[in-house]
């Protein structure tokens, strides 16, 4: 299984932006397949995640609100809308699948990361 993210970027706080994860690869529906991302002084944190043949979302409180998480199965990739972007978000996004969402990055499979920058 590969993932390849885009749609990173440079954007103004307030501002949106939606980034893509294209898989390569079977998945299957019990997996859970989101994103994470590194976070100075806090590590990883898994930012959303889909899972289930019917598509149950989570999502990290700092991002609740702000961030949607979907997926195309047809396309066989995610999608995650960010709006209301802050400088905080700034950092690399990963498209990770596993077994388990709290598993995200640890074990199981992710990209190379898409890099997004919030300043003025």
């Known amino acids: 299984l590969q993932l390849v993210e885009s749609g990173g970027g440079l954007v103004q706080p307030g501002g949106s932006l939606r980034l893509s994860c294209a898989a390569s690869?079977?998945?299957?529906?019990?997996?859970?397949i989101g994103w994470f991302r590194q976070v100075p002084g806090k590590g990883r944190e898994v930012v959303a995640c889909?899972?289930?043949?019917?598509?149950?979302?989570n999502y990290a409180d700092s991002v609740k609100g702000r961030f949607t998480i979907s997926r195309d199965y047809a396309k066989n990739a995610v999608y995650l809308q960010m709006n209301g972007l802050k400088p905080e978000d700034t950092t690399i996004y990963y498209c990770?699948?596993?077994?388990?969402?709290?598993?995200?990055?640890?074990?199981?499979?992710w990209g190379q990361g898409t890099r997004v920058t919030v300043s003025s």
């Open positions: 889909i899972t289930g043949s019917h598509g149950e979302t």
């Open positions: 690869g079977f998945i299957p529906d019990y997996y859970g």
């Open positions: 990770a699948a596993d077994v388990q969402c709290v598993s995200l990055g640890f074990t199981g499979y």
